[in-house]
């Protein structure tokens, strides 16, 4: 039997735990001092497909003045409303463990889940993360959107591997299933 692609989530958040500013800013993460591309580089050879939210997408084509950075991946982004694709992305609104139950199955690498907080607190709920690989800032930003939304959810997760860059420490867990 084939090896099952996995879900991995690759993601920077401050030391408190939050993944950008309430306004939506990243500025407070390209203060801090880190090591080459903080192991980007290496991850995003791992992955051909690509998961995200509609927000995510939008933050990300305002970021790069509508150029998508991701084109030589299959990109999928959800969108509660019916959205056309586009040469780069394919919009899905559809049920999230039906489409990753899919996804999962066909052949490639590693799927990246990019963001946000609300599609990623979906996809941890319905228990589809196999990988957690979270890079910490050492910056207390105070308040902003949090990398884990409360609920009522449990992930048994087993520590895999540290690395730092320069003053980023990432953090790599399995999900236990």
Same mark, same amino acid.
């Given at each position: 039997?084939? $090896? +099952?692609?996995?879900?991995?989530?690759?993601?920077?958040?401050?030391?408190?735990?939050?993944?950008?500013?309430?306004?939506?800013?990243?500025?407070?993460?390209? +203060?801090?001092?880190?090591? @080459?591309? $903080?192991?980007?580089?290496?991850?995003?050879?791992?992955?051909?497909?690509?998961?995200?939210?509609?927000?995510?997408?939008?933050?990300?084509?305002?970021?790069?003045?509508?150029?998508?950075?991701?084109?030589?991946?299959?990109?999928?982004?959800?969108?509660?409303?019916?959205?056309?694709?586009?040469?780069?992305?394919?919009?899905? $609104?559809?049920?999230?463990?039906?489409?990753? $139950?899919?996804?999962?199955?066909?052949?490639? +690498?590693?799927?990246?889940?990019?963001?946000? @907080?609300?599609?990623?607190?979906?996809?941890?709920?319905?228990?589809?993360?196999?990988?957690?690989?979270?890079?910490?800032?050492?910056?207390?930003?105070?308040?902003?959107? =949090?990398?884990?939304? =409360?609920?009522?959810?449990?992930?048994?997760?087993?520590?895999?591997?540290?690395?730092?860059?320069?003053?980023?420490?990432?953090?790599?867990?399995?999900?236990?299933?």
């Amino acid at each position: 039997m084939k $090896n +099952k692609r996995k879900f991995v989530l690759f993601i920077a958040q401050s030391l408190d735990g939050y993944i950008a500013t309430k306004e939506d800013s990243l500025d407070w993460l390209f +203060k801090v001092e880190g090591e @080459g591309d $903080n192991g980007y580089s290496e991850f995003f050879e791992t992955i051909d497909t690509i998961l995200m939210g509609k927000r995510t997408y939008d933050w990300i084509m305002e970021q790069e003045k509508g150029q998508f950075p991701y084109a030589t991946k299959s990109s999928y982004v959800f969108s509660r409303s019916s959205v056309m694709d586009t040469k780069d992305v394919t919009f899905v $609104n559809e049920d999230i463990v039906d489409f990753t $139950n899919n996804l999962r199955t066909e052949e490639g +690498k590693d799927i990246w889940i990019v963001g946000g @907080g609300d599609i990623l607190h979906t996809f941890l709920k319905e228990k589809v993360v196999d990988e957690l690989i979270i890079t910490v800032a050492p910056i207390i930003i105070g308040e902003g959107i =949090p990398l884990f939304k =409360p609920d009522e959810y449990e992930l048994d997760l087993s520590l895999k591997g540290i690395r730092t860059f320069n003053q980023f420490v990432e953090l790599k867990y399995t999900v236990n299933k």
